[in-house]
């Protein structure tokens, strides 16, 4: 008689994370997904050149090369991608355009270093017109099943440039779309139904498309890169929290937004179950500048870890964040010497504290610097989860308030 009461509460039970008819049952998986900012090198084959110091390939990211190290690691190719020195260069309705053209080989080296979802979307995807965008698309599209796994935000026309690329990992299907600004609006750049070009961001259809195919996509994880932000700007503006936070978070179920463009780096928040990243900053890219000069709130790169728990029956959660600081983006690319990356560490933490917004269900993100200069936010119960994310929250401690010493000095370079 016991045993027909434990079939039957075993028929009551709920069957929301019961696998489907005749299939296998999964275990917890986890994934983990590096984020890095804008990239970029130059026109020559063997290297690329800053401040008239030549830097061979695999040089220019040798020294950050063991931090590239998930399932899926994303970069922002900010510059068109060809051989051809012919190319005729786009005005962008602009009296001093800067225009960036990349050698395949440097889009190689990125992979090679382990890149392998790659954001084309972006203000320098048109730099040579039309021409520019098929070369670029014809050497990324030479290294899918080389490395590349998903390369997001342009295409040959609309239906391309629009569509979420889906990417298996682990045996869960991961979303991931790209849009970025146009230069002027130009709507010469803009992808139409047969005419190549950028999905472009601050064209209202535009977004909605992008959320709306995002949105629909049989995945369990949506990623979406947005490349905008006004340069120089380490505070999200409005257009930003209302769109990221609102649109694409909370009413569009994106699971991880990436911002960049800005070149400096934003603060991180949670919300309701979305993160967002407001701007990574530069990651290794020769036609940028040296920020190392600037105020502590403007002088560095970021990269990130964050690290996804799926449960048995699919649903996905975001259990740990990694922050690591970065210096040298426009040369040899490199992590801040401790003592240095948990300074910046605590200028996320501030910057957190001005996206605090308990009406819009959003809260920045604070993190604990590390011994090693890194940043780390765990959620609760974390260091309970077992592998990989178990080992790096099992010690997690809650961040300490910024230090006295450098509060003032943080407020003061974070004003803008």
Known sequence: MRSLSLVWLALMLPLADAPAFGETPRAVTEMTIVLAGDAGFGADPRGSAKANIFYAYPEPAALIKGEIDGDLNFVNVETVVSERTGLV??????????????????????????????????????????????????????????????????????????????????????????????????????????????????????????????????????????????????????????????????????????????HVVRGVEMAGKSLIFYGLGNFLHHGTANMTANPVCKDYGLMARVHVRFAPGGAAAIRAVEVLPLTDTHSRVRRLPPEQGALRVHVLNHLASTLDDGAAGARGLRFTPQKDGSGLYCVRGAAKDGGRIGQLCKDYNAPSPIPETRRRDIEAACAQ
Do not use: C
């Not at 298996?168 to 849009?179: E, I, P, Q, W």
């Not at 609006?185 to 995002?214: K, T």
């Open 89 to 262: 260069a786009d005005d962008k309705g602009q009296a001093r355009p800067f225009s960036f053209r990349m050698h395949p080989a440097g889009l190689r080296h990125l992979v090679d270093s382990g890149f392998n979802l790659l954001s084309l979307a972006n203000n320098h995807s048109m730099d040579f017109g039309v021409e520019g965008l098929k070369d670029t698309l014809k050497h990324v599209d030479a290294l899918r099943g080389k490395g590349v796994l998903a390369a997001a935000g342009i295409g040959l026309n609309r239906n391309e440039a629009v569509r979420a690329h889906l990417v298996k990992v682990k045996g869960r299907t991961v979303a991931f779309s790209a849009l970025g600004i146009v230069t002027n609006n130009l709507e010469r750049h803009r992808a139409g139904p047969d005419r190549p070009g950028q999905i472009a961001y601050r064209f209202d259809e535009d977004f909605r498309e992008v959320l709306e195919r995002l949105r629909a996509a049989p995945a369990a994880f949506r990623v979406l890169s947005i490349h905008y932000g006004y340069e120089s700007k380490v505070r999200a503006d409005a257009l930003q929290l209302a769109q990221w936070r609102g649109d694409a978070a909370q009413r569009g179920g994106i699971d991880l937004i990436v911002g960049h463009h800005a």
